[in-house]
């Protein structure tokens, strides 16, 4: 049986359509601009989003990462969620690597960061202080749709502030498929956006990084730096630019088996539903019985994530079906009404 595989939208594999685009791919040499089919995904998604340029990496880490280092410099700081991508979950690489500090801002629970708690966290102009450069929102949040009214409240905050605006838009089509926008409206409100192909877009590699040819021209010495600079990566371009051809309407399926699975999971007693937004489902399960819940759902051939984050985030993507969910949901209320 295949496995029903919940733990993240990056466990899809390239479908044989996707594949067979991978394989007639024209490719050259990305180092030295010379890739096509590179070059054709960078064009057409900074077109897409509205930006002057755009940069094909390996992944949403690195993407981050060199729009950080793009945007600030050694001795920098950027204003960045408690709980966001960027400053958790990518081994606090702008410090590392980058000599940016990091000034976490508690989020509100729809993921907005409170312009109130941004503008208290600037630091005055001062040798006292690292020098507060960059305003990085992520989008959506986990699952959460951030509203438009308040990126465009944050977008007029930075400029008036000095401070350039980044977003982690791993997810920005899911969002914009959500709010029924296109992507772009969500994207103006930004000075640079990271998307990443390989998570419910089902490519299997690639992030790309949207910006001013500024911007896009720094972060691409800086990927190079990063060890990121790839070659004949027209393989996994054409993935990419497989996946916005018929990837993107579709996550509106995964959005509605997300709101499948958290009705039937709210109905079985043991469950408590947290909350679903987009793709993502929040549960609650008694902790002292997650080990024995793994092992009788993964002989049910459904797979889960525990102990990773504190509540059970249970993800739909591509490679899950209706027959996907129910087999989830039998599983559970097997393990819970026993
Ligand atoms: C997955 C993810 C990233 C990083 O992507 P990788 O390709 O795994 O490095 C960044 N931000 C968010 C919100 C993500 O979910």
Redesign the pocket.
Known sequence: MAWVDLR?D?VTHPTPAMRAAMLTAEVGDDVYGEDPTVNALQQRMAADLGFEAALFV???????LLALMAHCERGDEYLVGTD???YK??GGGAAVLGSIQPQPIPHDIDGTLPLDKLAAAIKPIDPHFARTRLLAL?N??HGRVLPLDYLRAAHDFARERGLAIHL????IFNAAVAGGVPAREIAQHFDSV?V?L??GLGAPV??VLLGSAVVVEKARRWRKVAGGGWRQAGMLAAAAGYALDHHVARLADDHRRAVTLSRQLGDVPGIKLLGQHTNMVFIDVPADRLRELDVHLRAASVRISIGYLPTLRLVTHLDIDDEGIARTVEAFRAFFTV
């Open positions: 993240s990056t390996p992944t949403g880490t690195q993407s981050n966001a991508h960027t979950f990518e992520e959506t949040w982690d838009g791993a997810r990271s990443c390989s998570k690639g992030s």
